[in-house]
């Protein structure tokens, strides 16, 4: 038995969460209240290793890895100067293979093409920070697929956001850009990769000081972005084309997308929810909290099915989230529910889970209900990794 750890020293908490814990607590309800992980051969003796790009090392331990049975613990050492990628077996929390790589890591699943993507940004010899993205073959060994592709401006914000996705049908990769315009100027931008085309990216532009854009698939190629400091929603097709879907909401928003109905939605930090029809006018306000009942504290995802998930603190300047909003935008109704008493961040999986942090242990709780699924788990002492789950 070999127990997966993160090593160096510990991030602050603004800087990275505390996701590596969170994978180890999906892993806790197969493999128990202890996460061990069982490696099919002893890391020494690797199945395939190789050194595909500068600062990246490959170590797989099964010729063959499934994408759609895996789970990715991602963690950084030395300041962020170093990450380490493990990929892991959902059931046994077998490790399967594992990939050292840069800065910044942003981790993604390719499912229809059994790929990993990993996108990091690395310090050249000559001292510059250049993003880049790198693609593993799932099937062969995680050998490496191609060169790395550049990604240029790629944004580098240091809590979790949406600021890269696949589209539907995973051959159009987005992701966010940014660069500075003069004093409190932000051009922002998405870059598109046809991933089919290797390395063949196109640019579409947002307004300026649009703000940390949120993504969400449209279609089966193209993404709606959200402008939370402009109140617009666009959407953004492969070609590059930006069009405006919605705009004039109030600011700052929260989250926005297009609902299963073609409607586009907006939530507000305050709030509150706007539905309009498509040609522009609204089709429901509501308020999402009563008065007296805290304040938002985040989003997490759209989850499959059209839910969204809210955090709600108690007060707007409590730390802890006391509770979750449930919105179900093919319906517009709200459900809630409490959960653990001093709860810090909350991570939505892949499989109507939610993982509640609330100091150093790990609740499993249905992402519909609140209730307990599985035993919880207790992060080792000088954990700072982070997770990121298929």
Known sequence: MTTLRAEGPVMPRSRRTVWWAIGAAAMALALGVTVAIATARPLSTPFVASAPAPGVEVNAYQPRIIASQALMVVHEQNLGAHSVISILDRQSGQLLGQINAADSPLVLMRKSHNQLLVSDVVNTSAGVWVPRL????????????????????RTTYPIYTPSMALSADERFLYYMKRTDCGFQCNEVALGIIDLEARGSETVARLPINCGQVLLTPRGASDTAAMCPILGSLWAVSSSGTAQILAQGFET???????????????????????????????????????????????????????????????????????????????????????????????????????????????????????????????????????????
């Open 134 to 153: 790198l693609t593993f073959d799932l099937s062969n060994g995680l050998r490496p697929q191609g060169n790395a592709m550049p990604m240029p401006d």
């Open 252 to 390: 700052p928003g929260l989250y926005a997308a297009v609902s299963p109905t073609g409607a586009p939605y907006w939530i507000t930090m305050s709030g509150e929810l706007f539905v309009r029809d498509p040609q522009g006018g609204t089709l429901i306000r509501k308020s999402l909290l009563t008065p007296g009942s805290g304040a938002l504290t985040g989003i997490y995802r759209w989850q499959e099915g059209g839910r969204v998930l809210l955090g709600v603190k108690a007060a707007a300047t409590a730390e802890a989230i006391a509770s979750v909003l449930s919105v179900d935008s093919n319906t517009w109704v709200v459900g809630a529910y409490a959960v653990p008493p001093g709860t810090t961040y909350l991570a939505p999986l892949s499989d109507g889970r939610l993982a509640a942090v609330h100091g150093s242990q790990i609740d499993m709780l249905s992402s519909l209900t609140g209730a307990q699924l599985g035993p919880s788990y207790s992060a080792p002492a000088g954990q700072s990794p982070w997770l990121v789950a298929p």
